[in-house]
């Protein structure tokens, strides 16, 4: 696969604006990006591995300067990691096998979806439930979101910051923190699954994970001043836009 120079230069400044939004929301925004990264005319095997690639080191970002605003509490986070996962990296390593008709059609349900929740949800700031159901919905949702966003190369963060807010009555910004902490653990084991196909370019890896790194770092220290309904509800949007361009190609 080879790009043109104008490609890799379009890709760099797309993705740190990208990571800098994800920064404020805490959520690593592969969501926008994996379709800008396909429209660009990358397959969408690759595009999908490398996305992920951005999603683990973007979030790595993000993630200190939440841990330093007391953003991530650990109890909550890890219930949810190991098989979020597991579910992860199953999904990954079975994408490997999909056709291309049926892994842009996954991509644009998650958008839809996404989109959808993201415009729609209601964010009350409530106290974090911990009885065995709240739990069980941990699972589910982590285990869920997980393995779909494993197979189309997401950390799926805009379904499940909504999911923490919605079943956990957490606020958006703790929500936000445990994201990115699961974000990280979940794009390395969705990661592996996807390296068993083999396919890199590493000036696009380049070109995508480092300005999501600068992004996601700065957005994340200027959480605290950002409008978090706004910047949902035009997420929102961005992602039902994308979902009708993705459309068009798939047919």
Excluded: W
Aim: aromatic content about 12%.
């Amino acid at each position: 696969m080879e790009l043109s120079i104008y490609i890799y230069i379009t890709l760099f400044i797309l993705c740190s604006l990208i990571g800098f939004f994800g920064g404020l929301l805490g959520i690593a925004l592969g969501a926008v990006r994996l379709p800008i990264i396909i429209f660009l005319g990358v397959e969408p095997i690759i595009a999908a591995s490398t996305n992920l690639l951005a999603v683990i080191f973007g979030s790595t970002a993000g993630l200190f300067p939440a841990i330093k605003q007391k953003r991530v509490p650990i109890k909550s986070s890890i219930n949810i990691a190991i098989p979020s996962m597991i579910a992860a990296f199953l999904g990954g390593y079975f994408a490997v096998n999909m056709s291309e008709f049926f892994l842009l059609l996954i991509i644009i349900i998650c958008l839809i979806i996404s989109g959808t929740v993201m415009i729609f949800y209601k964010a009350e700031a409530k106290a974090i439930t911990n009885d065995k159901k709240s739990r069980f919905k941990e699972l589910l949702v982590g285990v869920l979101v997980s393995y779909f966003g494993g197979i189309v190369g997401l950390a799926l963060g805009v379904l499940r910051v909504p999911a923490l807010v919605y079943f956990l009555r957490m606020n958006i910004k703790t929500a936000g923190g445990i994201n990115l902490f699961l974000s990280v653990l979940v794009g390395v084991s969705a990661y592996l699954g996807h390296s068993f196909s083999g396919k890199f370019d590493y000036i696009l890896v380049f070109c995508v994970v480092c300005p999501t790194i600068i992004g996601m770092y700065f957005g994340s220290k200027f959480v605290q001043i950002a409008n978090q309904e706004q910047l949902r509800i035009l997420l929102g949007v961005i992602l039902i836009l994308l979902s009708l361009f993705m459309t068009l190609r798939l047919l």
